[in-house]
């Protein structure tokens, strides 16, 4: 049974178009969190989210909308996507501590 | 500032070598740290938390308070050891973790 799963895996689209990615934790955490993983494979925190309500928010364009429809899911929705928005981005979940993550989304932006 | 560095992209080292893979980090407060790796185009997995003082497959860390750092290593390096390692600090009360820039481990045969 997978812990945190994302959905795609691999998403390749065109600049300017609008996608989603999706995550699921099975773990029963209360808190999510977005990170983005770029080509030089640096880490960093997009948007965390406890029982439904954002709580980190990284300098991070307004292209990006997080959305947790329950404390099982947190989305991720890219307007406008940009050639920089291209990385592997990980959802993962926690209890406090420490965290587990999803096996990533990679996306190409074209 | 809270930041963690690791100052290493690469270490290679041969099959049955000793490895240390360096982690400095700062911050105000009490820190939590951790290791995670990422073996080859998989999902970070945890491998060590301070707190916890054991070891995973054959790996260790010790906090230095006194030195801000907390070093990953392991006395024979294995081939599968070959993968992405990343120092973490847990920063503030929303339990935001701040990753250093990560130190890609090959180990050859």
């Known amino acids: 049974d997978t812990a945190v799963s994302q959905t795609p895996k691999y998403l390749v689209t065109q600049m300017g178009n609008d996608k989603s990615i999706k995550c699921e934790q099975n773990?029963?955490?209360?808190?999510m969190y977005w990170y983005k993983q770029d080509s030089k494979k640096f880490l960093k925190i997009m948007f965390s989210?406890?029982?439904?309500?954002?709580?980190i928010n990284e300098t991070v364009p307004n292209r990006f909308s997080p959305k947790s429809p329950d404390k099982a899911h947190l989305n991720l929705h890219i307007n406008s996507l940009e050639l920089g928005d291209s990385a592997v981005y990980f959802c993962?979940?926690?209890?406090?501590?420490?965290?587990?993550f999803g096996p990533g989304t990679r996306l190409l932006v074209l | 500032a809270q930041r963690v560095t690791q100052p290493e992209k690469l270490l290679s080292v041969f099959k049955g070598a000793p490895v240390e893979l360096k982690c400095n980090y700062s911050?105000?407060?009490?820190?939590?740290l951790f290791w995670y790796v990422q073996y080859s185009r998989q999902r970070l997995q945890l491998l060590l938390r301070?707190?916890s003082r054991e070891s995973i497959k054959g790996f260790t860390a010790d906090l230095n308070k006194g030195e801000t750092s907390f070093h990953l290593k392991k006395p024979f390096a294995q081939e599968e050891d070959s993968a992405m390692y990343y120092c973490?600090?847990?920063?503030?009360?929303?339990?935001?973790?701040?990753f250093g820039a990560g130190t890609r481990l090959a180990v050859h045969p």
């Open positions: 993962a979940s926690s209890q406090g501590s420490p965290q587990y």
């Open positions: 773990l029963g955490h209360d808190t």
């Open positions: 989210y406890n029982n439904k309500e954002l709580i």
């Open positions: 911050y105000s407060g009490s820190p939590e």
């Open positions: 301070h707190i």
């Open positions: 973490a600090l847990r920063a503030g009360g929303y339990n935001k973790l701040i």
